[in-house]
């Protein structure tokens, strides 16, 4: 079943602009990844963030986890074109299986 | 990095028919692989977790006997559909972890788009 759920569901902006995704989670977590499809692709992995981190940075890619309120956000910064795809989070269950939240659909306007 | 080489990329196959998928993992011996299906617009839903040399859990609901897991190696697990219907129409995703590894380090096939007619 999915653990994750993902809001907003869909998201348009400018480019240059910032876009903030949110996901939220039930149980407890050894870690919290994003990943990012484009239409009818494989996925990518953007970024890990362990439960006992608060904040972690790469590139324009900003995520917090805050386990208290068991959710995450991935933050975007000054969003280009190629950036438009699916970003879904995910979160361990038993070893190494991963469930995926529902996904947010960003599509950065040129 | 690694890299995990799913193939085919895209099949279209008549109803009734058997589909067979390839997940290879190219440059690591992978003991576990994990296969996913996802609708258009949704989410990857886990569908089994295969183990070389062992038999493959399934997650509840999944039918074992119509979705065929093999991991006969430790580069290649199968994923064969039988007697596909158009409800099979999906996009079938791998991953798969090196020995000893955690889920930190998954690596993920670019997945294969079934067409059921």
């Not at chain 1, 994003?34 to 992995?45: K, P, T």
């Amino acid at each position: 079943s999915q653990q994750g759920e993902e809001d907003p569901q869909a998201l348009s902006i400018q480019e240059g602009e910032n876009a903030t995704m949110n996901c939220s989670y039930k149980t407890s977590i050894n870690n919290l990844q994003w990943y990012r499809q484009n239409s009818g692709r494989g996925l990518v992995h953007l970024i890990l963030i362990r439960s006992n981190e608060r904040e972690k940075h790469s590139g324009r890619l900003r995520v917090t986890l805050d386990t208290s309120k068991k959710s995450s956000s991935l933050l975007i910064t000054a969003s280009r074109a190629a950036d438009t795809a699916s970003y879904f989070c995910a979160t361990d269950r038993n070893g190494n299986k991963l469930v995926f939240g529902a996904g947010t659909i960003l599509r950065v306007k040129s | 990095g690694a890299v995990v080489s799913q193939h085919p990329s895209w099949v279209i196959c008549k109803s009734g028919t058997s589909v067979k998928i390839e997940c290879r993992s190219l440059d690591f011996q992978a003991t576990t692989m994990f296969w996913y299906r996802q609708f258009p617009k949704q989410s990857l839903m886990l569908m089994a977790t295969s183990n070389e040399g062992s038999k493959a859990t399934y997650e509840q609901g999944v039918e074992k006997d119509k979705f065929l897991i093999n991991h006969a190696s430790l580069t290649l697990s199968t994923l064969t559909v039988t007697s596909a219907h158009p409800e099979d129409s999906s996009f079938y995703i791998c991953s798969a972890s090196s020995p000893g590894a955690t889920n930190e380090k998954l690596f993920f096939g670019s997945g294969t788009q079934l067409s059921v007619l």
